[in-house]
T-cell receptor, first 113, second 110 residues
Framework: SAVISQKPSRDICQRGTSLTIQCQVD?????MFWYRQQPGQSLTLIAT?????????ESGFVIDKFPISRPNLTFSTLTVSNMSPEDSSIYLC??????????FGQGTRLTVV | RKEVEQDPGPFNVPEGATVAFNCTYS??????FFWYRQDCRKEPKLLMS???SGNEDGRFTAQLNRASQYISLLIRDSKLSDSATYLC???????????FGRGTSLIVHP
């Protein structure tokens, strides 16, 4: 199994600002993903973080709004840019090997005011 | 049609009851299957993998039916602490992206 440390655990941000969320995995993982989860809803995949190249975004998510970095096999960041109240949500990173179980960070609870 | 579908519930059962959840998936090329548990305001945590032969872990039994494209989770002798949302996850070959169902809420009451 992999242990994923995600920070910050929560933040309250002003609209128009940006927040960068970090995830550190205690071992090398092939795959890393970023999700968003609204209260009472399931996880929505934002993008797949690709090591050394641009992330692969899902429909409805764009790089200018959610830039992602993945410099190596153990670390990734997600930035929520130019935030608005609609961006208030829980953001989760996950990692794992192909076709095996994924492990999650503790989540970042973001409130935009 | 969604790729992974679950009945959102909630399933409201007394302690000691047996409860079963189903999850259907649309892509016949799916290769890996899992059940996760998510407690309120917490991240999802792996409950168990689902193997073709079925697998059991204590009070929990998972089954896979490839012909009908569904997986199931059976919980016997429910405990209060089993109250949570149970997420079905399917990995499909090619994209390697785990796809989540919307989750099934379980409430176990005294």
């Amino acid at each position: 199994s992999a242990v994923i440390s995600q920070k910050p655990s929560r933040d309250i941000c002003q609209r128009g600002t940006s927040l960068t969320i970090q995830c550190q995995v205690d071992s090398q993982v092939t795959m890393m993903f970023w999700y968003r989860q609204q209260p009472g809803q399931s996880l929505t995949l934002i993008a797949t973080a690709n090591q050394g190249s641009e992330a692969t975004y899902e429909s409805g998510f764009v790089i200018d709004k959610f830039p992602i970095s993945r410099p190596n096999l153990t670390f990734s960041t997600l930035t929520v840019s130019n935030m608005s109240p609609e961006d208030s949500s829980i953001y989760l990173c996950s990692g794992g090997q192909q076709f095996t179980e994924a492990f999650f960070g503790q989540g970042t609870r973001l409130t935009v005011v | 049609r969604k790729e992974v579908e679950q009945d959102p519930g909630p399933f409201n059962v007394p302690e000691g009851a047996t409860v079963a959840f189903n999850c259907t998936y649309s892509n016949s090329a799916s290769q890996s299957f899992f059940w996760y548990r998510q407690d309120c305001r917490k991240e999802p945590k792996l409950l168990m993998s689902v193997y073709s032969s079925g697998n059991e872990d204590g009070r929990f039994t998972a089954q896979l039916n490839r012909a009908s494209q569904y997986i199931s989770l059976l919980i016997r002798d429910s405990k209060l602490s089993d109250s949570a949302t149970y997420l079905c996850v399917v990995n499909t070959g090619g994209s390697y992206i785990p796809t989540f169902g919307r989750g099934t809420s379980l409430i176990v009451h005294p």
